[in-house]
């Protein structure tokens, strides 16, 4: 879908920059099934239905990026993206340099939420810039070290099926770090899942639990209890934000780190949960803020003293490249597995070359921009507007 131009009033004392100007903004709805469905506790997911987001520039450089909607989160549909980019997010930023990133923040800013959409655009214009000038946008934010070790989200499945998926993961890929997804009643259905995965894996490989909130923080405590001999190296939004007080009281006790994903989207939210104590860590995922603002998560998290982690949204394959990219060029994210594979379940994909992971590790492209290139035939095929 294309929208084209329209009159924007600047701000008093605004001048554009002279870099090339932002064109066209296209949005390409796509469905590609998932050969394995991942299921959590806010929710599952059988389908891709991303949206393809293109931004043409007056230099006919095309900046790639993709939104991947997760109603049962942040209220963002398929639909929805391309809606509210078509008819409000495009005709705001038309005419902008590729250059005037946070001009364009400001102006998305106008409407609340819409995270997906929003980093889209942002990730898209980066994208165009490295492009443009023949740079690797991991280079461009900063560029640390060329590869991360990947960890792989699990979902909900009997035991013994949870624990062979860990061990074919490590036996064919490396993958040695993973994910466990709980917030399923009674309590023990998941501590025996962690149990059993560790007990297949042995000492040395990395456990977490994510609960995507489907605890209270009684039930959240009394699994970290029952898991103590399991060795977690930290775990993630085991109970609902909004209890503050048992949630306060939950990671006041909790002896290892307390990630905050979904209750701090923004660089706001993750200052008031880790100052009011309901988090101890911060998971940074792109496709909800873009490469620009999860620059400025990554940098309150190093001046607040906590651990940042790449989470995953469970992104496509363009979306597992700007979480690598990003993860890639900050220390900080550096430090800790990524979560980047949850791709390999997917039916197909929408790129020229496949990604690949070795040893348990993925290494950023080294092309301009993302690194990447699109099938057209691919795009044609899973589109779903035609």
């Known amino acids: 879908m294309l929208v084209q131009?329209?009159?924007?009033?600047?701000?008093?004392?605004?001048?554009?920059?002279?870099?090339?100007?932002?064109?066209?903004?296209?949005?390409?709805?796509?469905?590609i099934p998932y050969s394995k469905p991942l299921k959590f506790a806010s929710g599952s997911i059988a389908i891709a239905d991303n949206v393809l987001v293109e931004i043409v520039t007056s230099d006919g450089v095309v900046g790639i990026a993709e939104a991947p909607p997760r109603p049962y989160t942040y209220g963002e549909t398929q639909a929805s993206i391309v809606a509210v980019i078509e008819q409000i997010f495009a005709p705001a930023i038309i005419g902008l340099s590729i250059l005037d990133r946070e001009q364009v923040r400001s102006r998305l800013a106008r409407t609340v939420g819409n995270p997906t959409a929003k980093a889209a655009i942002n990730m898209a214009m980066w994208d165009a810039w490295g492009k443009t000038i023949g740079t690797p946008v991991h280079s461009l934010l900063g560029g640390f070290t060329d590869q991360l070790q990947v960890s792989h989200m699990l979902g909900f499945d009997d035991p013994d099926v949870v624990a062979a998926e860990a061990i074919q993961l490590r036996e064919t890929l490396g993958i040695s770090s993973f994910k466990i997804k709980v917030g399923r009643r009674p309590v023990h259905l998941d501590v025996a899942v962690c149990k059993a995965v560790r007990g297949a894996l042995g000492p040395d490989a990395e456990l977490y639990i994510d609960g995507n909130r489907g605890w209270?923080?009684?039930?959240?405590?009394?699994?970290?209890?029952?898991?103590?001999?399991?060795?977690?190296?930290?775990?993630?939004?085991?109970?609902?934000?909004?209890?503050?007080l048992g949630r306060r009281w939950l990671v006041s006790q909790c002896p290892i780190p307390f990630v905050a994903d979904e209750s701090a989207p923004t660089p706001a939210d993750v200052t008031r949960e880790i100052l009011a104590g309901a988090a101890t860590a911060v998971s940074i995922k792109t496709a909800r803020t873009g490469f620009s603002d999860s620059l400025r998560v990554s940098h309150l998290a190093e001046g607040l003293g906590i651990e940042a982690v790449i989470g995953n949204q469970i992104d496509a394959h363009i979306g597992t490249v700007c979480s690598l990219i990003f993860g890639a060029s900050q220390e900080i994210t550096a430090r800790s597995a990524a979560e980047l594979s949850n791709y390999l379940d997917m039916a197909d994909d929408l790129l020229q070359e496949p990604l690949l992971i070795?040893?348990?590790?993925?290494?950023?492209?080294?092309?301009?921009?993302?690194?990447?290139?699109?099938?057209?035939?691919?795009?044609?095929?899973?589109?779903?507007?035609?």
Do not use: H
């Open 358 to 386: 070795e040893n348990g590790r993925m290494r950023v492209p080294d092309g301009p921009g993302l690194g990447i290139r699109l099938d057209p035939e691919k795009v044609t095929r899973y589109r779903v507007d035609l």
């Open 216 to 244: 209270t923080a009684a039930e959240s405590a009394l699994a970290i209890r029952q898991l103590e001999d399991v060795g977690l190296s930290r775990v993630e939004e085991l109970c609902p934000a909004d209890d503050v």
């Open 5 to 31: 131009s329209t009159t924007q009033t600047a701000p008093p004392g605004y001048e554009p920059s002279t870099a090339a100007r932002i064109l066209e903004v296209r949005t390409v709805p796509y469905a």
